[in-house]
C-alpha cells in the first residue's frame, strides 16, 4: 500500500474527548474514527488489525472444533422475555419499530443460540456440539470513555459449547482456557487467567482473562510470574500473602482490563427454553451449556495500551497493519530523487512480491523529520529507510520499531534480512 493513495492521514493532536492513549493512538493514526461516544469505524489501516486478530481468534477456535456461523444482530423481545432478562440486562438497546414491537440489539446470543442449537440437537449422538461468531454487539454502556477499549458498538467473538455431563464440561472449558492463553500470546498480550463469581449462572468461578496495563478499569490481585490471579469480587488470598505458584513473589492489588471472559452457564438457559437431549435409554435429560467470550476490538485496544512509546505505536508482529514501513528520503536534486525513486519502487515490488505486507512513503517533499515520525506513530515492525547516503553505500539503513535497534544492510543482504525478521 503506498500512503499516496491510502484514505487515511495521520493527525499531530486530537481533541481532548480522547482521554485515553488507546484512543489518542488510534484516532491519530487514523486507524479508528470516532462516530460518537463510544462508536468508533474502522479505517482501513485500522481494519487491517481487527481483522489478523480475529485470524488468530478464528484458528483457534476452529482448532478446537467449533463451528464458525453468523447469528441476527437484532432479536425478538420474547426470546428475552422468555429467559427473564428483558427487564434486568440494564445495557440492553431496545428498538421499537414502526408496528409498535420492539426487539433487542444483541449485546450477547444467549436468547439465539439455545433454541438455534435445540432445532439441531436431538440426542446423545448430536452432543456435545459448540458453535461461535466474531459479530457486532450493542451494548448501552453508561459510560464509554476508555476509546475501543468501552464501545456502545464493538466486536466480540462469542462461543457456546453444548454437553451432556458435567464432565464432558468441564474437559471442554479447561481446553477452551488453554486456547485463550495461546490467542492472547499469539496477539503479544500477556494475559492472566483471574478467578472471578460465576454470576447468577452457577456456584463455581468464571475466569476472566486480564491483561494488566493502567488502563485497566479492573483489580486483580496476582503477582508478576503467575499466569492466574483472583478479582476483587471473589478474593480470598489477601495483599502481600506469598504467591501460590510462586513463593518468593507476593500478592498485589493490580489495574487490569479484561480481553476475555468463560463461564459454566449449567442448564440456566436450556431450561428456559426446554432443551434436552434423548439419553441412550431414551430418557429426556438436561443440556449443560458453556459460554466463552473474546472481545475482538478491545484486544486491538489493549495491544496499543501495553504495546506503545511516547512516540506512537509499537504493533506486535502478528497483528500489525503491515509488517514494513518503507521510508525513502527526498532527494537533493531532481536527478538524485528520480534515482531514489526507481530504488523504491523496486523494493516495494520485490519485498511484496517475496509476500511480505509493505507500507510504502511515497509522498512528495516531506521532511526526514515528519516521515519518521509517521513512522513512529504508525508503528509498523520494521522500518526501511533509503536516502541518496544510503543508495551511496548500495545500502538501506533498517529499524525495528520495538527495540529501537537499527542497522545498515547492504541491499544485496536485504531480503534475506527481512525473511529472517518474519519467520
Ligand atoms: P466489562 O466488565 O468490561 O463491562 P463484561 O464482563 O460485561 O465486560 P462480557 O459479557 O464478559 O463483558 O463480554 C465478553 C467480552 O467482551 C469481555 O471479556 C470484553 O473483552 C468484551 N467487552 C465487553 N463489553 C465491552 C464493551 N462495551 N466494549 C468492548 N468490549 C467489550
Ligand atoms: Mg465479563
Known amino acids: 500500500m503506498r ?22 493512538l488510534l484516532l491519530r493514526g487514523g486507524f479508528v474514527r470516532q462516530e460518537m461516544a463510544g462508536v468508533y469505524s474502522w479505517l482501513p489501516l485500522g481494519l487491517r488489525v481487527l481483522r489478523n486478530v480475529e485470524r488468530i481468534v478464528r484458528e483457534e477456535m476452529d482448532a478446537l472444533g467449533s463451528q464458525e456461523l453468523l447469528m441476527s444482530a437484532l432479536q425478538p423481545k420474547e426470546a428475552w422475555v422468555q429467559t427473564g432478562r428483558w427487564d ?15 426487539y433487542a440489539l444483541g449485546c450477547t446470543h444467549e436468547e439465539i443460540v439455545t433454541p438455534l442449537v435445540q432445532a439441531f440437537v436431538k440426542s446423545y449422538k448430536d452432543l456435545p456440539t459448540s458453535v461461535y461468531q466474531i459479530q457486532t454487539k450493542f451494548r448501552d454502556e453508561l459510560r464509554a470513555k476508555s476509546g475501543v477499549l468501552r464501545g456502545r458498538e464493538f466486536v466480540m467473538k462469542d462461543m457456546y459449547s453444548f454437553h451432556r455431563t458435567q464432565a464432558d ?23 492472566k487467567s483471574v478467578e472471578a463469581s460465576g454470576g447468577a449462572f452457577s456456584d463455581k468461578f468464571s475466569h476472566e482473562f486480564q491483561v494488566l496495563t493502567n488502563a485497566g478499569e479492573d483489580r486483580i490481585l496476582t503477582s508478576p510470574s503467575w499466569n492466574r490471579g483472583q478479582n476483587e469480587e471473589v478474593a480470598t488470598l489477601k495483599e502481600g500473602d506469598a504467591c501460590p505458584d510462586h513463593p518468593t513473589e507476593t500478592l498485589s ?46 484486544v486491538v ?38 534515482a531514489l525513486n526507481a530504488q523504491m519502487q523496486e523494493w516495494y515490488d520485490a519485498l511484496t512480491s517475496a509476500g511480505f505486507s509493505v507500507l510504502m512513503d511515497d509522498r512528495a517533499g516531506l521532511s526526514a523529520g515528519e516521515r519518521l ?38 541491499l544485496d543482504a536485504l531480503l534475506d534480512l527481512c525473511k529472517a525478521s518474519f519467520t
Not at 434486568?88 to 420492539?102: G, R, Y
Not at 464440561?169 to 494475559?191: E, N
Not at 487490569?256 to 436450556?270: D, Y
Request: overall charge negative; charged content about 25%; aromatic content about 8%.
Open 3 to 24: 500512503l499516496t493513495s491510502l484514505l487515511t492521514k495521520t493527525q499531530k493532536t486530537v481533541s481532548q474527548e480522547a482521554e485515553s492513549i488507546n484512543a489518542q
Open 88 to 102: 434486568t440486562v440494564d445495557v440492553l438497546f431496545k428498538v421499537p419499530s414502526q408496528t409498535k414491537k420492539e
Open 169 to 191: 464440561l468441564d474437559a471442554y472449558y479447561a481446553r477452551v482456557s488453554d486456547a485463550y492463553f495461546r490467542v492472547f500470546a499469539r496477539c503479544g498480550l500477556q494475559a
Open 253 to 298: 492489588w493490580q489495574k487490569g482490563v479484561e480481553v476475555g471472559n468463560i463461564f459454566q452457564l449449567g442448564t440456566r438457559f436450556s431450561e428456559a427454553f426446554g432443551m434436552t437431549y434423548l439419553d441412550e435409554q431414551g430418557e429426556r435429560q438436561p443440556v449443560l451449556m458453556g459460554c466463552y467470550g473474546i472481545g475482538i476490538s478491545r
Open 301 to 338: 485496544g489493549t495491544i496499543v495500551e501495553a504495546c506503545h512509546d511516547e512516540r506512537g505505536i509499537v504493533w506486535p508482529k502478528s497483528v500489525a497493519p503491515f509488517q514494513i514501513h518503507l521510508v525513502g528520503l527526498s532527494g537533493k536534486t531532481d536527478e538524485a530523487q528520480a
Open 373 to 410: 515520525a509517521d513512522a513512529d506513530l504508525l508503528g509498523m515492525p520494521l522500518r526501511i529507510l533509503l536516502s541518496e547516503k544510503t543508495l551511496a553505500v548500495a545500502s538501506a539503513e533498517v529499524q525495528w520499531r520495538q527495540d529501537r535497534r537499527s542497522e545498515m544492510v547492504l
